[in-house]
């Protein structure tokens, strides 16, 4: 009975037996454990390695080596406390969700639009045509086949620059394409970009998107202010001040391996390469916690961010959950808020610290508060494929009278 509720708190049937067995003694060796929890000896050291990251246990510096189980209300009752909040938070969610079910469905809001299909070959007439009637812009996110597409309509676009409209083209270009056919739309305001899109997307002032196909050519019309509205301030704008204007790549891919620059104009793979960089060489706490308060000072003068100045209490585990999501789905970070530990696990095997912007911040956070993070451990485990950290937040400093 006891080992299918620890099951629940996400112990293995093999780390339960364990658990239990030891809750029973003082202390074992991990081949008493073995015999006595009736776990495979070949088991055994993984099964108390596993508790020990969990909390649940410790090793004693005894010949031979022994281990203890911890007191369960340390962890365990804690873990109930989560569990407890996402059940809350689950419930918070449903309540949101049938907000927006029965939002959509009232009769005032709802909104038909007649969407119009267009065939391949139908394309370029109505994509001039749409130029022509345009009044303030035009955006276009393309392709190759969408870049000769507009070339086809390249009379129509001279005379809407003409009538003062912006004209402004994201060109989505990949290896292997001629980058001289680039020179097609050449005087106009075109600019290049490495990103993963087989659609060619066309803005026409605020009302009307057209789709197509970079494979098929086929389309569909949408007049809609709304989607154009998502595209624009989204995805447009952001592919837009990532891009590079034609003129320097033409300069660029003319020179040997010029090619590989459009990969560096991502800077969320840039950022992240730098940030891996850093995790790999620093190992001075001081300097850790220096950049990661200057960094949150960056944020908060920079994108108006209270949070970092709440106490502790309140920005805390907004950080922790911040850091959890940066590392991925394989990595875990857990905070005991009576021992003050962080245990931080990642698949990363060649950081020294995680490869985490918030880290830093949590290092930044603390410092600030003069409760600097003492990294107690940083293992490697190769067998794992894991890495390991530790670390412990000190208490407050306090000066003498």
Known sequence: MVKSALENFGLSEYESRAYVTLLKHDSLTVSELAYRAQIPRTKAYSVVRSLVRKGLAELLNKKPTKCRALPPEEN???????????????????????????????????????????GARALATKVSEMIT????????????????????????MLNARLNDVKLQIVRLWRY?????EDELLSGFDLRVVRYPLELNLFLFDEHTVIIAEELTGRGVLIPSKEVNTV????????????????????????LKDGEDVLELLDPDCVNQAFIRAVAATLQDEELIAQIGLRFIEELESGMNVALFSKPLDINLPIILSLLTQSLGEESFVRFDPLTKLINIEAPDTKML??????????????KRNETPLIIL???????????????KISAKSTANP
């Open 377 to 391: 451990q940083s293992t490697l485990h190769p067998d794992e494929h894991k890495h390991i950290l530790q670390a």
């Open 231 to 254: 595209i624009s301030t989204g995805l447009f704008k952001r592919l837009w001040s990532i891009s590079m204007p034609l003129q320097n790549v033409t300069t660029i891919l003319s």
């Open 353 to 366: 610290v995680p490869a985490s912007i918030w880290f830093f911040a949590l290092s930044g956070v603390l």
């Open 176 to 180: 292997g394409e001629d980058w001289r």
């Open 133 to 156: 009637l345009s009044r303030t812009s035009i955006r276009c996110i393309v392709g190759s086949w969408g870049l000769r597409m507009l070339s086809e309509c390249k009379d129509a």
């Open 76 to 118: 365990l009752e804690n873990l109930v406390l989560i569990e407890e909040k996402r059940l809350k938070a689950m419930k918070k969610e449903i309540g949101k969700l049938r907000q927006i079910y029965e939002e959509v469905r009232k009769p005032a809001d709802y909104i038909n639009y007649k969407y119009m299909g267009i």
